[in-house]
């Protein structure tokens, strides 16, 4: 049984395009995440859902925008897609913080390839 | 600003030697603690965590981790690793809503 599932595992396309990438989590979890990680493996928070509510946006162009239609699931739309948007993006969730102190459950990444 | 950061960038080891991998945090506050590996290709998985009680934490895969609040560090050791721990390293801490990671530390075993 997949906890953290992602669709699709990769992605190829041109400048100027718009993807989405999809995410679900069958752990219960109240919290979902984005992620991307860089070339360098660098990992940067995109975004956090709690409850389907908007909890975390970090400096993100607003060419990206999270949907999250129930608590289970957090999708990525990316508009007008640039080269430097190429990366790896990972979806995780998390139960509550207190009982599972905000353990990050990982998806198997997106490589989103930008030509 | 609070932050994560890892002692090595790429270490190079060969098999059967001892590792110890550095992380240190910013946060002044009550922390948890993590490390997460990423095999070659694949997701992030979870190695140990640390929450409270006992400072030295076991994980998976004969990982351990010393929490050394004095120090704000929460270094990583295995005492022989094999070629199968090739691998990125990452260190992370949670405090409240938010979830930091360091940079990682590549780990290369040599065989």
């Known amino acids: 049984d997949t906890a953290v599932s992602q669709t699709p595992k990769y992605l190829v396309t041109q400048m100027g395009n718009d993807k989405s990438i999809k995410c679900e989590q069958n752990l219960g979890h109240d919290t979902m995440y984005w992620y991307k990680q860089d070339s360098k493996k660098f990992l940067k928070i995109m975004f956090s859902?709690?409850?389907?509510?908007?909890?975390i946006n970090e400096t993100v162009p607003n060419r990206f925008s999270p949907k999250s239609p129930d608590k289970a699931h957090l999708n990525l739309h990316i508009n007008s897609l640039e080269l430097g948007d190429s990366a790896v993006y990972f979806c995780?969730?998390?139960?509550?913080?207190?009982?599972?102190?905000?353990?990050?459950?990982f998806g198997p990444g997106t490589r989103l390839t930008v030509l | 600003a609070q932050s994560v950061s890892q002692h090595n960038h790429h270490v190079i080891l060969s098999e059967a030697a001892s590792l110890e991998l550095g992380c240190n945090y910013s946060?002044?506050?009550?922390?948890?603690l993590f490390w997460y590996v990423q095999y070659p290709g694949q997701h992030l998985q979870l190695l140990l965590k640390?929450?409270?009680?006992?400072?030295l934490v076991k994980g998976i895969k004969g990982f351990e981790a010393e929490f050394i609040k004095s120090k704000f560090s929460f270094n990583l050791r295995k005492p022989s690793v094999q070629w199968s721990d090739t691998a990125e390293y990452f260190c992370a801490v949670s405090l409240g809503q938010n979830f930091v990671f360091g940079p990682g530390t590549r780990l290369s075993v040599l065989p």
């Open positions: 995780a969730s998390s139960q509550d913080i207190v009982v599972g102190g905000n353990e990050q459950f």
């Open positions: 640390y929450f409270s009680g006992d400072p």
């Open positions: 946060y002044g506050g009550t922390v948890n």
């Open positions: 859902y709690n409850n389907k509510e908007l909890i």
